[in-house]
């Protein structure tokens, strides 16, 4: 069956988050439903990354299998058709070798956060970003604060105590913070992040901009690995996905092979991922 990648942008205020679930709207039923009024098939897409509730998306990838050959870019138009009027679009649709998986091909995730901090309330952009009413958040020592936490560490601290991820343990691989205008912005990547990571890091580094921490205390918060030890959690409204890495095709297929010939051809997880790091960042 024909497989396709689907670049997908969502405004994640309708939605109780990617994954499918019966307590209300998703971007995966939407992109299923698409799927169905255009093809007639019912399909499960699989995700590059499980955004919460109210988790934005600037690049999204997702993959499906259908049953006829259609070319991609009569995919990407007849799925932005049927989405609407909900807020998901796709950016751009293309065929992929058999074993390209959005989920387990990944190699690297990005997510951008925004804060405006401004004493006026937000209008256009409420739910969009994190309004801080807050005298002006110094970004220069959130962004040398940043710095403690790029690297390989256990961020047991920053992790949600209901998050399915085996192993607290990840490598950062970026995180930087600068401010345009009214606005500070703070971008991560990671090959995958632990459930509300980002959020809680950029909650963290919120009380050293407002020079209530400074960056021992966010070394010492890194170094306890204890979720008490966590500042205050950023809301979902300023959180972006923006963007997901994949190795080339070619580098792919031989992972994939390896991978299966360590198991002995089974199917089961990833040659790169333990199938529980997709979270939400």
């Known amino acids: 069956m024909p497989r396709y990648k689907l670049t997908v942008e969502y405004d994640g205020r309708p939605f109780v988050g990617w994954q499918r679930q019966d307590n209300g709207p998703t971007v995966q039923g939407v992109l299923e439903r698409a799927i169905k009024a255009f093809s007639g098939e019912t399909v499960t897409i699989g ?10 998306a600037l690049g999204q990838v997702a993959h499906v299998d259908l049953e006829r050959d259609w070319p991609a870019e009569t995919v990407m138009n007849a799925l932005n058709f049927h989405c609407q009027p909900d807020p998901v679009a796709i950016l751009a649709a293309e065929r992929m070798h058999e074993g390209f998986d959005s989920r387990f091909s990944a190699i690297r995730r990005h ?12 209008t256009h952009e409420k739910g969009l970003a994190w309004h801080v ?11 040398e604060a940043a710095k403690v936490l ?13 998050c399915q991820a085996k192993s607290p343990v990840k490598t950062l691989e970026r995180f930087v913070v600068w401010r345009e205008g009214e606005v500070i912005l703070a971008e991560c990547s990671s090959r995958s992040f632990l459930h509300n990571q980002v959020r809680s890091m950029v909650g963290t580094l919120k009380l050293v901009g407002e020079g209530r921490w ?9 170094a306890a690995r204890d979720r008490k030890a966590c500042g205050p959690v950023a809301p979902a409204d300023g959180l972006y996905l ?15 092979a390896a991978y299966g010939a360590l198991r002995g051809g089974a199917q089961a997880g990833s040659p790169s991922e333990d199938p529980e790091d997709d979270a939400s960042g």
């Open 47 to 56: 995700g590059a990354g499980r955004t919460d509730s109210g988790v934005h």
């Open 111 to 122: 997510y951008r956060y925004r804060i405006v901090n401004r004493l006026p309330p937000l």
């Open 133 to 143: 009413k807050k005298d002006r958040l110094d970004a220069a020592a959130m962004n």
């Open 150 to 162: 790029v690297g390989h560490h256990d961020f047991t601290t920053f992790r949600h105590t209901r």
């Open 214 to 222: 400074d960056v021992e205390d966010v070394r010492a918060a890194l």
């Open 242 to 256: 923006t963007q997901v890495d994949y190795r080339p095709a070619e580098d792919d297929l031989a992972a994939l």
